[in-house]
């Protein structure tokens, strides 16, 4: 038995719904979703860096420390305490908190301190007031004021009987 | 399920790459440390051994023939040396008769004094600076208080030996390892 389907003006129903959603398509397709589009591209400066020299300033390119590691080399004589510094400045405008920790420490050391201080500050005098990483007291967290720029003061010390050789004494300077 | 299994990974992704945005680290900082062995200075003035200072002043000591002169450091609070030792000297030193023979001995006191080990030097008339050095067979030395310089005259005949601690820490020992 033939089945009989409904005819418009010649043309089958269903061919006519499939022309009215092709119409509705298009009419949809020509309504503006957007009077614009506004593309910010910012480039963010890191807000803290550190310094060897109080000049070159340090910025990372990953967030391991790639690209913001300061290497150091320098010799001491066992039992003795060698002074180190470096730099470390806030570039944003509001305060920012950083800690300084120690990171796998050799047993080899006996003392591992650090102090920040104004930069005109000698991190040998008396007035320096450090921070024992190694301790209980660590790690030394500060609070940089906006824009300041200031001096990290290491002291370490290996023990009287460690074995001549090289050794990594790595600090990190670490959002707080 | 399916729908929501997508979206959980989608949103794990997206704070994922948010995350990565931030810094762990404003900076590192890695020391790279040469450490040498100690310094122990003579200081006749102070009738000791100075551990990494050099003397602040000069001073000679003089002795004849065999005689010695022994002199060591304030206690170090019994360490441990877990490496085979070598005393490197350096002394300035001089005779009042030329080619005369002066033994130094590297020592150690634990509970009594030992020899690390020694080395005979020749002297001359000129005070000059003599450099040389000797290993101790030992692998290690524990619960170590102190370290002694000994300068021992090894002439049978008239001979004096003189002896100078100064400021240039010319007279002094340090250990470093046998390699």
Known sequence: MKKSSAKFFG???????LGIIAVAGLAVAGLLRFYGKVVGTATVTQSVQVSSDNNNWLTCSDTTGGGCTITDTFSVVAGNTAYRTYYVKNNAGVSAGIKIDDESTPGEVEELYVAVVDTGTDCKSEGVSYTNI?????????ILDPGATKKICEKVKFKINTLEGSYDVKLTVIPA | MRKFAMIGIAFLLFVSIAYAGVLSYYGKIVGNVNVQGPIFYADFSQNKLLINTKPSQSQ????SDSESKFIFSDDIGGVSFNYKIKCEFSLKVWSDSENQILRLYCRYYDTSWHDLCYVDVTVSKTPTVITTSCNSGLTSITNVHRFGYRFEGQSVENVKYYIESNSDGDTRFQLDKVS
Do not use: D, W
């Open chain 1, 11 to 17: 043309k089958s129903l269903l061919a006519l719904v």
């Open chain 1, 134 to 142: 190694l301790g209980e007291e660590g790690p030394l967290s500060e």
């Open chain 2, 60 to 63: 000679s000591v003089s002795f």
